[in-house]
Structures are given as C-alpha cells and as structure tokens.
C-alpha cells in the first residue's frame, strides 16, 4: 500500500515551538513530541467514546480530525494569517506525514494478526464464492458511481477515478468493526474478508490500468495479465508450497519455548511477507494476511497471536487516528453536498451489488445480507491512493482528492451504524 496522508506540512510546529520557548536549552526530538500528543488524545477520546458507548474506532477518527490540519479547534482559536504561542492554521503536530508510517505498519499488523483467525480450510471453503461475488459488487458499484457522477456534473476522469476508488470497500475499517463486535469469527465474516482480499487485488489492477488510459489512451491488457498471474502465483503458492513449509518452521522455533524469538520470527514473516507482496506490484495487506494464514496453519498459532496483538492494537490505533487527520474540515462546507450524494449513491448501489453477487452464487440470506451490511459502507486507504494517483499524474482536478477524503470520513463514520443495523433487521426477517 502506498502512502496516502500526503499532507506535509512544516518541520517546525507548534507544540514544538512552544517546548523550544520554554526549554530552548534542552534538545528534543519532534518525532517524539508528535506521538505523545497522538496516544495521548487519541487515549482521553477513546475513553470517553467508550463511556458512551459507541465504537472506539469513531473515537480514533475524532481525534485525528482533531490533530489534523485546519481542524476547528486550531482554526478557531487562531486568527486568519496570524499565530498564537507558535500554533499555526497547520495543525497541532509538526509533521502530519510521519502518521504515514505508523498507518501502513497498522495495516500490516491488524491484516496479519485477522489472518491468523483464517486457516487454509476456511479460505478454501469460501474462494470461488469470494471471487465471484467480490468481482460483481466492485464493478456494478464502478459503473454506476460512474454515471451518477456524470450526472453531478464532473468530467470523465474524475468520474471514472471517483467511480474506481467508491468501488472499494476499506479493508482496514471493516476487519476493524468485525473484530470489535466480535463478529470476526463468523462465517459470514469469513466471506466477507475473502472478498475484500479480491477487491485489493482488482484495486491494484484498476491502479495500472486507469494510468495507462491516462498515458496512452488504451487499456494495457498486458499489465493487467501480468498482476492478476503474479496474484494467483503468490496466493497459490502461498496455499500449497508455503502452508507445507513455513508453519513447520515455526512450530521449530516456537518448540525454543522462547516467546521473544518467537515474536520477531512471527513478525518477521509477516513484513517479509509483506515487503515481497509489495515488491511484486501487490498491496502489502495481502502479504501481511497471507504470512497470517501461514502462522494459522502451525500449532502455535494462538500464542503467535496473543504475543501480537498488543503492538496491533497500537499501530490500528494510529492508523485511524491517521485517516481521522487526513481530513481538512474547512474543505466541508464546499463539498458536503456532492459527497453526502456520492456515499449516498454508493452504500446502496454496494449493499445491492453483493446481495446480487452472493445470490447468484447460492449464499444463504443472513449471510448474504450480513456481508452486504458489512461492505456498503466504508471507502479507505485504496479510495485514497486511487484518486491521489490521478491527482499526481494530472488525470483527475484537484477538488476530487478533498472530497474523497471527506467521502472516508463519513463512510467511516456510518460503517459500524450499519453493522449494527444487520443485528437488527436480519432476527427480524427470520421470524
């Protein structure tokens, strides 16, 4: 996954030039000073989220809205084109780009750790269906976001762009919500992780082929061949060779009864894995789920995960803090309507895409509907390098990168509403 919060902002910021003020003797690192104030807001917001009893990952987004740059806390206290105390209309933090780190270790920890839940057996059981299903629901959602956005005025490319990134549900935010709910183990939860590994997979393809339409005018059908082998050979090698393999390793070094040896050998599968996926033109959260799948197929699978999880916690937690600061709140007011249209437009055409898809493959209908519920709502991290992507390479107006971000936000935001709401509304056509 490529970097996306790609809002850099000065070196010198204002919490920093308030500590330089009051110790200008005393050195001090700002990287430092930048994850204090994340895990310490990001901590005091997600209390009290949880004192009201609403997701925590809504309190992570809030507080990185609140970190962000021109976020109404700052704005509002500063005077346009002045400072106050070195507090500048950029922002509390000093550079907004280092959460760019701590996002993508995030990724890769929270998909490696999920993939552990998911031995080969389960994945086998759901893969054509994933397949199939997946494929139809992103497309259906393409062309009508597509035409909905020709209709809202906007040019081709940045229709096709917009059409390209609503097509893609977040992988992050939606594993993020099962987890918490407890759903993560369901069967439905199973088919639901398939597909959104099928749409990383088309949404790297979508990538290179709306560049080559950019570039030459045509589709490259020889990229698009060329990433869709190199998936099924890393996937089916993965499955066969490496299940045969690796989880025998690492049962080896586990038997050292060693769990920090342990730990880095997990953790170095799982970037290693990662960097390779990467390296070949893939996203790295499929590497990171594949290396998952590979522990899950070993007999210390539970104490790999366990030993894990805390430092998955922290970097998803900074992670969301990340997407919530990547929003710039004054851009609101100029986009709202056109977004709350576009989110409108693609929650039910997704909703409707996978009931269509899973339907056709002959799912049951609570697990049907309790994957379209799960998939309709939220846009992320791949909506966000889609439309950076035609931004940077002149195919898409500028406009449209403000309005994804604020179209992640609010996605983001309804995503766990709609969770709930297949709790409700599924008991209910049962009876």
């Keep these: 996954m490529q970097n996306y919060l790609l809002q850099i902002l000065d070196s010198s910021g204002p919490v920093n030039s308030l500590i330089d003020k009051i110790t200008p003797e005393i050195p001090h690192s700002s990287f430092i000073t930048d994850l204090a104030i994340i895990m310490i807001l990001a901590s005091i917001v997600t209390l009290a989220f949880f004192k009201m009893k609403q997701p925590l990952i ?37 550079d907004v780009s280092v959460l760019n780190i701590f996002a993508e270790l995030g990724v890769i920890l929270l998909l490696f750790v999920i993939g552990i839940e998911f031995p080969y057996s389960k994945i086998k059981s759901i893969g054509k269906v994933a397949i199939g299903a997946g494929t139809i629901g992103l497309f259906l959602t393409l062309g009508v976001v597509f035409y909905v956005s020709s209709l809202f005025g906007l040019g081709f490319m940045d229709s096709l762009f917009l ?32 597909m959104l590994i099928v749409e990383d997979i088309i949404a790297v393809i979508l990538i290179a082929t709306l560049e080559s339409v950019t570039f030459a005018g045509s589709i490259s059908y020889t990229s698009i061949v060329t990433i869709v082998i190199v ?20 049962d080896k070094v586990a038997a050292t009864e060693h769990k920090e040896i342990l730990l880095l050998s997990v ?82 055409v997704k909703f409707g895409s996978v009931l269509f898809g899973t339907w056709l493959f002959r799912q049951e209908r609570t697990k049907s509907l309790r994957s379209a519920f799960a998939l309709a709502g939220p846009r ?39 969770v709930r709401a297949s709790d409700r509304v599924i008991p209910k056509l049962e009876d």
């Design 58 to 94: 809504i309190g992570y987004l809030f507080a990185g809205m609140l970190l962000g740059p021109l976020s109404p806390l700052w704005a509002s206290l500063i005077p346009e084109g002045s400072e106050f105390m070195g507090l500048e209309k950029s922002g509390i933090l000093s």
């Design 163 to 194: 059409g390209a990134a609503l097509s893609i549900s977040s992988t992050a935010i939606i594993v993020k919500i099962l987890e918490d709910t407890g759903k993560i183990k369901k069967e439905s939860s199973i088919l639901v992780l398939g």
């Design 231 to 250: 998936a099924a050979g890393l996937i089916g090698g993965t499955l066969t060779v490496g299940t045969k393999i690796i989880p025998k390793l690492i």
């Design 267 to 348: 953790l170095g599968l799982c970037f290693g894995y990662a960097l390779f996926a990467n390296v070949v033109g893939l996203s790295v959260a499929i590497g990171a789920f594949l290396a998952g799948v590979l522990v899950a197929e070993s007999k210390s699978a539970e104490v790999s995960k366990i030993l894990s999880s805390p430092i998955k916690d922290m970097f998803v937690a900074i992670f969301f803090v990340s997407v919530g600061a990547l929003m710039n709140v004054a851009e609101l007011g100029n986009y709202i309507v056109l977004a709350i249209g576009l989110i409108v437009v693609s929650v039910l």
């Design 380 to 418: 992320g991290e791949f909506s966000i390098v889609i439309v950076k992507t035609g931004v940077d390479i002149g195919a898409v107006s500028s406009f449209v990168f403000p309005l994804i971000g604020i179209i992640s936000i609010i996605s983001a935001f309804i995503s766990p509403l709609l």
